[in-house]
Nanobody
Framework: QVQLVESGGGLVQAGGSLRLSCAAS????????MTWFRQAPGKEREFVAN????????IYGDFVKGRFTVSRDNGKNTVYLQMNSLNPEDTAVYYC???????????????WGKGILVTVSS
């Protein structure tokens, strides 16, 4: 059974940082592209970033503008999202997902975590 479990969310002040983690089990982690999405209240799910199997290829959503960094540790079956310079517009539930190719659409993902809330106060 595949499980993706996000952690590291919470409340942070504007300008602060958080690092999200997503621990995977039940799949051959190193063969999957890992993607982060987010969904703010009342909005559609939005692509944040993805990283290919060996970490050499990374793609970011336009809104990231150098503030976020995606990384992975295949030895720990974990993908990370380092988020800096957070602002209230970054408040959302953040999800990790797994797929076989680097896509930006939610419907192209094979597995999903349950998500974790990030709240940025002004």
């Amino acid at each position: 059974q595949v499980q993706l479990v996000e952690s590291g969310g919470g409340l942070v002040q504007a300008g602060g940082s958080l690092r999200l983690s997503c621990a995977a089990s039940g799949l051959t982690f190193s063969t999957y592209v890992m993607t982060w999405f987010r969904q703010a209240p009342g909005k559609e799910r939005e692509f944040v970033a993805n990283i290919n199997w060996n970490g050499a290829g990374k793609i970011y959503g336009d809104f990231v503008k150098g503030r976020f960094t995606v990384s992975r540790d295949n030895g720990k079956n974990t993908v990370y999202l380092q988020m800096n310079s957070l602002n209230p517009e970054d408040t959302a539930v953040y999800y990790c997902a797994a797929s076989f190719s680097q896509r930006r659409l939610a419907e192209d993902m094979h597995y999903w975590g349950k998500g974790i809330l990030v709240t940025v106060s002004s």
